[in-house]
């Protein structure tokens, strides 16, 4: 792929927006971003979707009011196709996940 950190660039840079253009065209041909959608109780406030078991007295669990949303397009990235690499990596590379509390949430 090329990357390195070297470089400072504004994302509006135009050559910035034809690099992610061609990765997410890649990323789509090859099956791992697809157009799914969202429903359920949403937030306004906290921007993310709860479900029934989450929501306390019919609020987020922040507090804050949320609506029945159906069907909301989004775009979804497909991770489970990279589980098993995902996992064989963080087992060699134990180090990699930083902090130490944040291994569970990573590795399932």
């Known amino acids: 792929m090329n990357i390195s950190n070297d470089q400072f660039i504004r994302t509006t840079e135009p050559n910035h927006k034809a690099s992610v253009q061609n990765f997410w065209n890649v990323l789509v041909e090859n099956g791992f971003i697809y157009l799914g ?40 990235f497909k991770l489970s196709a990279f589980q098993a690499k995902l996992l064989d990596y963080y087992e060699k590379h134990p180090q990699c996940i930083a902090p130490e509390s944040r291994k569970k949430r990573s590795s399932g």
Do not use: H, I, N, Q
């Open 37 to 76: 959608y969202y429903e359920g109780w949403y937030s306004v406030r906290d921007e993310c979707f709860y479900t029934e078991m989450e929501l306390v007295d019919g609020k987020a669990p922040t507090g804050a009011d949320v609506e029945w949303v159906t069907k909301e397009p989004s775009y979804f």
